[in-house]
Every structure is written in structure tokens, then in C-alpha cells.
């Protein structure tokens, strides 16, 4: 896979170069360039915003600056990802799907966003995927570039230090639309805390039926949303007991 990112911060995409992704990225399992926008400003004060049509508080950027990026980092081929928060919600399913593409190229905005424009004009050309990872607004869409990357990368072959946990893992296909249940590591007494005995017994079934009754309890405690998504075929009738 590649990934390009274009951003007027590049510096705030160096965690990419860390950790197992880091890892990918030095020995070409992956290939990461991250290019600064101003590279395509035109003017002396290479400057990227400008003041919203209609008026309104913030500035929006430039579509000329924004599309000369585009024309020269995102080929045909390419898929466009354009964090915002007037995006289509990112999910496991999304990540999976781009998990799945060869070529990904992050656009990461500033100030009020890119001017819409920006994303007509590659979407005539290229996929061009809007996507929003919550319900809460950050000052610009590096941050969220790194989420879905790292999303996304964790689930190629090779990348993850343990590709059985990609499976397993809240959301994962391993375990339909349940959050994750309780972990526990030595010591098995800790400032009083003792571990579930149920995990010391050996006894796989009965730790299975355990971590299925958490994953239950804890997703109709904090995420009574999911509960109601739930497929009934997933919730056997012991399940149902719980
Ligand atoms: C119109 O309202 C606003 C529009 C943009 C902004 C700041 N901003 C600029 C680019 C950019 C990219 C992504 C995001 C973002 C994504 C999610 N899930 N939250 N926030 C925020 C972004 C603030 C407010």
C-alpha cells in the first residue's frame, strides 16, 4: 500500500514513522511520503486560505492550491480520503474496505475546511471518500488522518504484531458489533484487585462463555446503540440468559 498525505503541518504526521507502521514504512512494506501544502502555493506569501463566500466567521482554503496537490499526489487509481466533520462516519467496515485499495491519499484541512469544489474536481477523476471519525470537531484533519491510517494499516498482513487480535478486536469481524471484554496479566493479586478466578481454572469453555457474558454486559451497559444492531443469530439462547 501507499499512502501520501498533504498537509500545511506535515510535521504533525510524524507518529507515522513510529512503532510497528514506522516498522512497515523503513523496510517498504508500505510507502508513506507526506508532502507540505505550500509546496503548491503560488503567490509570495504562499498563502493557502481565503475569506468563505457568503461570509461567516474562519477562512476556507484555496481550491487552486488544494487541486494542483491533488493533480500531482493523487493519480488515477488513487482513493482520496478528506477527513471533515460533515463526513460520512468512519467505522471498522470502512477501514476494512480501504485495507483493501493500493493507493491512499489523505487531505488534510485547516482553518473551516477545503472549498467544496476541491473535492467535485477529484471526484471527477478519482474516488473521493469524506469521512468523519466522530461527533466532535478538531482544529484540522491530521489528527483524523491518523486514526484511519493507523485503522487501516493495522489490519495488512504483516504490519500487526498479532494479525489473530485484528479479528478478534471490538468491531472486528471475529467478534459481530461487541465491545472488547475485560484483560487481565500477572500479578494475580494487585493492591487487592484479584483476577476473575474463572481465568485461572483452564477450563476454555468456560472462560469462552466468561468473555462472551463481559462483551454482553459491558456493550448493554456503555452501548445499548450497539445492543439494538445486534444480529439475534449472534446471541445464542445462553446468551440470551445473561
Ligand atoms: C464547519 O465547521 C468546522 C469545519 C472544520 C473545522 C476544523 N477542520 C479543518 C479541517 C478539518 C478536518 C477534519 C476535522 C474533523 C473531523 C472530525 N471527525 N472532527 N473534526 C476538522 C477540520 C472546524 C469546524
Given at each position: 500500500m501507499r499512502l501520501d498525505v498533504v498537509s500545511i503541518f506535515?510535521?504533525?504526521?510524524?507518529?507515522?514513522?513510529?512503532?510497528?507502521?514506522?516498522?512497515?514504512?523503513?523496510?517498504?512494506?508500505?510507502?508513506l511520503e507526506v508532502h507540505d501544502l505550500r509546496r503548491w502555493a503560488t503567490d509570495r506569501h504562499r498563502s493557502v486560505d481565503d475569506t468563505p463566500y457568503g461570509g461567516g466567521a474562519g477562512m476556507v482554503m484555496r481550491p487552486d492550491v488544494w487541486a494542483a496537490a491533488l493533480d500531482d499526489v493523487a493519480?488515477?487509481?488513487?482513493?482520496?480520503?478528506?477527513?471533515?466533520?460533515?463526513?460520512?462516519?468512519?467505522?471498522?467496515?470502512?477501514?476494512a474496505d480501504l485495507a483493501r485499495r493500493e493507493h491512499l491519499v489523505f487531505a488534510c484541512g485547516r482553518y473551516e475546511g477545503l472549498?467544496?469544489?476541491?473535492?467535485?474536481?477529484?471526484?471527477?477523476?478519482?474516488?473521493?471518500?469524506?469521512?468523519?471519525?466522530?461527533?466532535?470537531?478538531?482544529?484540522?484533519?491530521?489528527?483524523a488522518a491518523l486514526v484511519v491510517i493507523e485503522a487501516v494499516t493495522r489490519l495488512l498482513p504483516g504490519v500487526?504484531?498479532?494479525?489473530?487480535?485484528?479479528?478478534?478486536?471490538?468491531?472486528?469481524?471475529?467478534?459481530?458489533?461487541?465491545?472488547?471484554h475485560p484483560a487481565y496479566t500477572r500479578p494475580v493479586e494487585f493492591r487487592g484487585l484479584a483476577v476473575p478466578p474463572v481465568l485461572l481454572s483452564g477450563n476454555h469453555a468456560a472462560i469462552a462463555r466468561w468473555r462472551r457474558d463481559e462483551s454482553l454486559r459491558r456493550t448493554a451497559r456503555r452501548r445499548p446503540d450497539?445492543?439494538?444492531?445486534?444480529?439475534?443469530?449472534t446471541l445464542d439462547a445462553a446468551d440470551r440468559a445473561v
Amino acid at each position: 500500500m501507499r499512502l501520501d498525505v498533504v498537509s500545511i503541518f506535515p510535521e504533525y504526521l510524524a507518529p507515522l514513522r513510529q512503532s510497528l507502521l514506522g516498522r512497515a514504512v523503513a523496510d517498504g512494506r508500505i510507502q508513506l511520503e507526506v508532502h507540505d501544502l505550500r509546496r503548491w502555493a503560488t503567490d509570495r506569501h504562499r498563502s493557502v486560505d481565503d475569506t468563505p463566500y457568503g461570509g461567516g466567521a474562519g477562512m476556507v482554503m484555496r481550491p487552486d492550491v488544494w487541486a494542483a496537490a491533488l493533480d500531482d499526489v493523487a493519480p488515477a487509481g488513487a482513493t482520496v480520503v478528506v477527513p471533515t466533520p460533515a463526513g460520512h462516519p468512519f467505522s471498522q467496515a470502512t477501514a476494512a474496505d480501504l485495507a483493501r485499495r493500493e493507493h491512499l491519499v489523505f487531505a488534510c484541512g485547516r482553518y473551516e475546511g477545503l472549498d467544496q469544489r476541491v473535492v467535485l474536481d477529484a471526484a471527477r477523476r478519482v474516488e473521493v471518500l469524506e469521512l468523519s471519525i466522530g461527533d466532535y470537531v478538531l482544529a484540522g484533519g491530521e489528527v483524523a488522518a491518523l486514526v484511519v491510517i493507523e485503522a487501516v494499516t493495522r489490519l495488512l498482513p504483516g504490519v500487526l504484531g498479532n494479525p489473530e487480535s485484528a479479528v478478534t478486536d471490538s468491531f472486528g469481524e471475529g467478534s459481530p458489533g461487541l465491545l472488547e471484554h475485560p484483560a487481565y496479566t500477572r500479578p494475580v493479586e494487585f493492591r487487592g484487585l484479584a483476577v476473575p478466578p474463572v481465568l485461572l481454572s483452564g477450563n476454555h469453555a468456560a472462560i469462552a462463555r466468561w468473555r462472551r457474558d463481559e462483551s454482553l454486559r459491558r456493550t448493554a451497559r456503555r452501548r445499548p446503540d450497539l445492543v439494538a444492531r445486534l444480529d439475534p443469530a449472534t446471541l445464542d439462547a445462553a446468551d440470551r440468559a445473561v
